[in-house]
């Protein structure tokens, strides 16, 4: 059963430009979320996507947007890249929104803003 | 407000024990959470602890929750140097309905043979 997986697992990216981030839920599993996790600093959560709708966001500019798919896979996108920006994104997903709900993290994507 | 606090670093001996502390500022928050960070690895979820609990054994990990000081500990039993990483105190606030967590900046533990 592979668990949760994310792609690019780097990327490389100039001050002004877009990106956009990718993950698979792990099997069974409909609820996703990001986290922005800054180089030796904890991770800091974005937002949750469930039934393909954005359920809760975390202080982060609109900049940042998200997509969920009827398979239940993400995307985040990040506009107008800062040097800011540059950070380990992970998704983590899990069998449902609610609060009991485990939460299972993919490896990340390391973004670079040069 | 909403805001978790750690030591950033923390030596120990192979067999010792090792106490890793958090203090967190949510009063509400319903469920705190440690996890464990391995280089090029994500998170990975060693223990949780309800917030009504003061205390949780699982193996060789001890977590130990002061409600009144909002302050959680987790104990690992005779360290290992497999157990060196990053260690993660995380809450959920008591404001969310979904499974946000708030993490803090994350310990450091290094295992010496």
């Known amino acids: 059963d592979a668990g949760v997986t994310q792609s690019p697992t780097h990327l490389i990216k100039t001050r002004g430009q877009q990106v956009t981030l990718r993950c698979s839920p792990k099997?069974?599993?409909?609820?996703v979320s990001w986290y922005q996790q800054a180089l030796g600093q904890g991770p800091q959560f974005i937002f949750q996507y469930y039934e393909e709708e954005e359920r809760q966001r975390g202080n982060f500019p609109d900049r940042f947007s998200g997509h969920q798919f009827p398979n239940y896979s993400s995307e985040l996108n990040v506009n107008a890249l800062l040097l800011g920006d540059s950070a380990l994104y992970l998704c983590a997903s899990s069998p449902g929104d609610r609060v009991t709900d485990e939460q299972f993290f993919g490896p990340g994507t390391r973004l670079t803003v040069l | 407000g909403e805001d978790v606090e750690q030591s950033l670093f923390l030596s120990v001996r192979e067999g010792d024990s090792s106490v890793i502390n958090c203090t967190y500022t949510d009063s509400s928050s319903t469920y705190l959470y440690w996890y464990k960070q391995e280089p090029g690895a994500g998170l990975q979820l060693l223990t949780y602890i309800f917030s009504n609990m003061d205390m949780k054994q699982d193996q060789r990990l001890t977590v130990l929750l002061n409600k009144k000081d909002k302050h959680l500990s987790l104990r690992i039993a005779d360290t290992q140097t497999g157990d060196s990483a990053i260690y993660f105190c995380a809450e959920t606030p008591g404001s969310s309905n979904t499974g946000k967590l708030i993490f803090g900046q994350g310990t450091t533990l290094q295992v010496k043979p």
């Open positions: 099997s069974g599993h409909d609820t």
